[in-house]
């Protein structure tokens, strides 16, 4: 591993910022996701969306909803760009993802698609929506760490010239 923590050929190709806006991610999880061949060179060049995506639970498979990912300008054949996708995981996180699932107000959400080792992956977060006032509360919290930083910043600089 290099000094970052990343292992070579990790590649995030889509983040779902609005995820982390929009909700509070209580947990979250990796998982495969089957693609068909002109799906994963779209995706290699970050033609794909994760706006809208979301996930479920269904007889005990996991389908992610919602991703755009468009068509590959020279595949052949035509896919729906926002069909279901299945997302591939262990058993056991199947089972813990349904139950937690069943909570009220919790839902799954995908917040990246990232290439690991050559094969597309998914991070899903188990989220719970943020109501308007957390989000002006984490707007305004990010402002006030913005303005800490900075001031320390003029602050160092200030010293280094009377040194």
């Known amino acids: 591993m290099s000094q970052s923590g990343s292992r070579r050929g990790d590649q995030v190709v ?3 910022r609005k995820a982390r806006h929009d909700y509070l991610i209580l947990d979250s ?3 495969g996701i089957v693609l ?4 994963v060179k779209s995706i290699r060049d970050s033609r794909a969306n994760l706006l809208d995506a979301y996930a479920r639970v269904e007889d005990g498979e996991v389908w992610m ?4 990912v468009s068509p590959y300008a020279f595949s052949r054949g035509d896919i729906d760009p926002v069909r279901r996708r299945k997302l591939l995981l262990n058993g056991r996180e ?3 993802i349904s139950q937690r ?4 107000g919790l839902t799954l959400v995908p917040l990246r698609v990232y290439f690991k080792d ?3 992956k998914v991070e899903l977060g188990l989220a719970r929506g943020k109501r308007a006032y957390d ?3 984490a707007i305004a919290e990010r402002d006030a760490n913005r303005e800490t930083a900075r001031a320390l910043k003029e602050r160092q600089q200030i010293g280094r010239a009377h040194v």
Do not use: D, F, P, S
Request: neutral net charge; aromatic residues 8%; proline residues 0%.
């Open 118 to 120: 050559g094969r597309a």
């Open 65 to 68: 909803y919602g991703m755009h």
């Open 29 to 31: 999880w990796e998982c």
């Open 101 to 104: 699932t069943q909570e009220k």
């Open 94 to 96: 199947i089972v813990e």
């Open 36 to 39: 068909l061949g002109a799906e």
């Open 135 to 137: 989000k002006r509360h």
């Open 14 to 16: 889509i983040t779902n």
